[in-house]
């Protein structure tokens, strides 16, 4: 298995330099490191107290360590990433970065640096970790140490106010420079795709088409929210680090889309049909009922997919179905018996008539 570390890079700072909204650096990295729905937050940590920026998650860094995923390209080879993601972290007294080592530097610069260093920082899992990091999984970084393979260089496609596509591109640019005077691959990924406007994905195509860049630069559409190219952009990067002959073949953004809805309306169909197959009693409860679809590898890719959540909503529907439909012929079990009885207790016409 080859090791891969990433640097995941991009806009970053007070509001005044990324504007109102990230770019989607921490999303991305969560999507990939912790791909499962319910692993996934868009709610991530960029405005810090002082505690919280001195502890060991953060550790008086202005990155973050996102820990080791492994992936599996197309054409088989494994590759173990371990991700980084280089940004600022604003005081929440001052509203400026904190100040730490090279803070002269410009985060241009500094974002393209090759080795890190950060004895006993902690892998990051989440924003509700900070000041509680005993009760989550304490992960060091190994050797305190990281040294950069290659890079993934975000651009947001999406129109955020107070940032113009003008000056993300400026920004972009001179990290991509500094990145390739250090003779590092990096791939270009464009965040929040499900939301983008076509003139900035061209404005991120004439970055990539630039002549000094000589073709070192590939693009790859992305967004995290829908699950959509992650795994792609890192793989990609993964084979221009390894030099590999064989390479993925970049799947657009609207093609990648259509294999993720085929794939969880699947998903669903699947789920449904298992839920109906071994779910039959109307007095099943969650608890025992979840431990017996687990067994099950659909029941199991679905929740990875939708999550827990939505798996108790269809195991809800579903179970309510089957109340009413027992409910109704319960229904017509009464009426059948009570017409049987009415026919024992009513005299018929014949026997009046015989009668009269």
């Not at 991120?204 to 693009?219: D, L, P």
């Amino acid at each position: 298995m080859k090791q891969i570390n990433v640097a995941v890079v991009g806009v970053s700072g007070v509001e005044k330099e990324k504007g109102q909204l990230g770019v989607g650096k921490s999303c991305l990295c969560n999507r990939f490191v912790r791909p499962k729905t319910d692993d996934y937050a868009i709610d991530h940590i960029s405005v810090l107290s002082q505690s919280d920026f001195s502890g060991r998650v953060v550790n008086n860094d202005h990155f973050l360590w996102w820990g080791d995923a492994r992936k599996t390209s197309d054409e088989g080879v494994e590759y173990n990433f371990s991700v980084v993601e280089q940004t600022e972290f604003v005081d929440d007294a001052t509203f400026q970065p904190f100040k730490v080592g090279k803070m002269g530097e410009p985060y241009t610069k500094r974002c393209s640096a090759i080795r890190l260093s950060s004895q006993e920082k902690l892998k990051y899992i989440c924003k509700n970790q900070l000041g509680l990091e005993h009760e989550f999984e304490e992960i060091v970084l190994p050797e305190g140490r990281f040294v950069v393979d290659g890079f993934v260089c975000v651009f947001d496609v999406s129109i955020v106010p107070n940032r113009t596509v003008e000056k993300q591109v400026e920004f972009v640019t001179h990290i991509i420079n500094n990145v390739l005077k250090n003779k590092k691959p990096v791939v270009l990924v464009t965040t929040k795709n499900d939301d983008a406007s076509d003139s900035y994905i061209r404005e991120a195509e004439k970055i990539c088409a630039r002549k000094e860049y000589k073709g070192q630069i590939v693009m790859v559409e992305t967004s995290a929210h829908e699950s959509i190219n992650i795994d792609q952009a890192f793989i990609v990067l993964a084979q221009m680090v390894d030099k590999a002959k064989q390479r993925s073949k970049i799947v657009s953004y609207a093609e990648a889309a259509k294999q993720r809805t085929d794939l969880l309306n699947a998903s669903s169909e699947y789920v449904t049909r298992l839920i109906r197959t071994q779910i039959t009693d109307h007095r099943s409860i969650w608890t025992s009922s979840s431990k017996k679809l687990a067994n099950h590898k659909e029941w199991n890719d679905f929740l990875e997919l939708f999550g827990q959540e939505a798996g108790q909503r269809i195991f809800r529907r579903h179970i309510k179905k089957l109340r009413e439909d027992y409910q109704a012929k319960k229904l017509q079990s009464y009426m059948d018996s009570f017409a049987c009885v009415l026919q024992e207790i009513l005299p018929d016409m014949n026997s009046i008539n015989m009668e009269l």
